[in-house]
């Protein structure tokens, strides 16, 4: 199972590769929202995308538009920082998950894996 983890933050991006490698996931990673694009171009077997909705050279929502016109089936998460970035989701229709930061990484993993199972056993 493979994830992208689009996050501009270098320790939080780290920290969530470990994560998911750690509980068998490969994990790909981009620092900006057209790096991200990239990998998804190069990388089709991507089967979720977690990505910051605010990064520098294309965002979130640009990710998100890529992903919804080759695959609207793949889930989406976006991650946004706090409270007051709850607006993106009334703004940006087609996001399966927010995550509001900090969010616990246990949960995360679990809603994942929730959004995986049905594809294979994890």
Do not use: C, W
Request: glycine share 6%; aromatic share 8%; charged share 25%.
């Amino acid at each position: 199972m493979t994830i992208l983890v689009a996050e501009d933050d270098e320790i939080l991006r780290e920290l969530l590769v470990s994560l998911f490698e750690r509980h068998g996931f490969e994990v790909l990673a981009a620092a900006t929202g057209n790096e991200a694009i990239h990998l998804l171009e190069q990388h089709p077997a991507i089967e979720l995308v977690i990505s910051d909705y605010y990064m520098p050279d294309g965002d979130g929502g640009d990710v998100l538009e890529f992903v919804r016109r080759r695959d609207p089936k793949r889930p989406v998460f976006i991650m946004i920082t706090g409270q007051t970035d709850l607006d993106v989701s009334a703004e940006t229709p087609g996001i399966n998950e927010f995550l509001v930061k900090p969010f616990s990484v246990r949960e995360l993993v679990n809603i994942v894996r929730g959004y995986l199972a049905p594809h294979a056993s994890l």
